[in-house]
T-cell receptor
Framework: AQKITQTQPGMFVQEKEAVTLDCTYD???????LFWYKQPSSGEMIFLIY??????QNATEGRYSLNFQKARKSANLVISASQLGDSAMYFC??????????????FGTGTRLTIIP | EAQVTQNPRYLITVTGKKLTVTCSQN?????MSWYRQDPGLGLRQIYY???????DKGDVPEGYKVSRKEKRNFPLILESPSPNQTSLYFC???????????????FGDGTRLSIL
């Protein structure tokens, strides 16, 4: 079974609209962390937001928020008021507590977001 | 500026010709890792290192070697590259985790390797 599933290979969104990128995860660990990274066409990986499994509140960072539903094992990224510069590939990733010592991130296959003017 | 630096950024080479991709970080991080990115597969871990002289295999280590002689450097070595190692490679680093911190991994800008 996939540990991180991103079911939207591509999305087109009108500029200034909000967008939700889906991410579900699978782990038997009680302690884990969820990350979102942005990869623009230039190729670098940019950290956006983090949610810990014990965090009671949804994480927010500027226009980014994480809709964390622990019982459903979902960690969707919400981008408010989208901008042309948000066009990129977005990856959801998980770090599991059982991998203590190895900080390995397990990545999903990504969602390519295109913002339309 | 805190950063992870990879070199080269792009390389086209031929099968069997040994190559090394360098990675250096200036944040005094204990943990470093290599990933490869392939279309439809996301990023997969190749090797990682928890500290100097401590390295271990990730999910896809075949055909690769690493070393960690200094804390800041973590080179990736392809002794005999083959076409199936054509990929985008990322080096990443983070502080050693105490408890379950929110420290993200910092990624280099990537190295695009083409093995002909």
């Amino acid at each position: 079974a996939q540990k991180i599933t991103q079911t939207q290979p591509g999305m087109f969104v009108q500029e200034k609209e909000a967008v939700t990128l889906d991410c579900t995860y699978d782990t038997s660990d009680q302690s884990y962390g969820l990350f979102w990274y942005k990869q623009p066409s230039s190729g670098e990986m940019i950290f956006l937001i983090y949610q810990g499994s014990y965090d009671e509140q949804n994480a927010t960072e500027g226009r980014y928020s994480l809709n964390f539903q622990k019982a459903r094992k979902s960690a969707n990224l919400v981008i408010s008021a989208s901008q042309l510069g948000d066009s990129a590939m977005y990856f959801c990733a998980m770090r599991e507590g059982a991998n203590f010592g190895n900080e390995k991130l397990t990545f999903g296959t990504g969602t390519r977001l295109t913002i339309i003017p | 500026e805190a950063q992870v630096t990879q070199n080269p950024r792009y390389l086209i080479t031929v099968t069997g010709k040994k190559l090394t991709v360098t990675c250096s970080q200036n944040m005094n991080h204990e943990y470093m890792s290599w990933y490869r990115q392939d279309p439809g597969l996301g990023l997969r871990q190749i090797y990682y290192s928890m500290n100097v002289e401590v390295t271990d295999k990730g999910d896809v280590p075949e055909g690769y070697k690493v070393s960690r002689k200094e804390k800041r450097n973590f080179p990736l070595i392809l002794e005999s590259p083959s076409p199936n190692q054509t990929s985008l490679y990322f080096c990443a680093s983070s502080p050693d985790r105490t408890g379950y911190s929110n420290q993200p991994q910092h990624f280099g800008d990537g190295t695009r390797l083409s093995i002909l």
